[in-house]
């Protein structure tokens, strides 16, 4: 008789476990971006799981919060854009919980 309630608490843990298993499988959110010369700076956009970002929203604000160029990632995943002359950060936002903010102090220099 005690060998029913075993057998019910591990179905219970397995089920527990497998319902947490998608946790391990979440892709985080990436995003680089470089000045490749005086004026012009590319990002490029994916997630930790090796996939591109094609189409999804990268935003240039500045520091007032406004949007000083709209934007998505291309094909490549990729989006070239102007440097800003005031002061920016560049938000990749791929949805809930998939949020990247790059500060322009961070962006690399070629």
């Known amino acids: 008789m005690s060998a029913r309630p075993s057998l019910r608490w591990l179905t219970v843990?397995?089920?527990?476990?497998?319902?947490?298993s998608g946790n391990a499988l979440a892709h985080n959110p990436m995003c680089e971006c470089k000045q490749i010369d005086t004026e012009q700076i590319r990002c490029t956009g994916g997630f930790s799981d090796g996939s591109g970002a094609p189409g999804v929203t990268l935003d240039v604000i500045g520091y007032d919060e406004t949007i000083l160029v709209p934007g998505k990632l291309g094909e490549d995943s990729t989006v070239t854009f102007k440097r800003p002359a005031s002061e920016f950060y560049v938000l990749f936002d791929a949805g809930p919980g998939h949020v990247v903010e790059i500060d322009q102090a961070d962006i690399q220099a070629p």
Do not use: N, P
């Open 13 to 20: 843990s397995a089920l527990c476990l497998l319902g947490l």
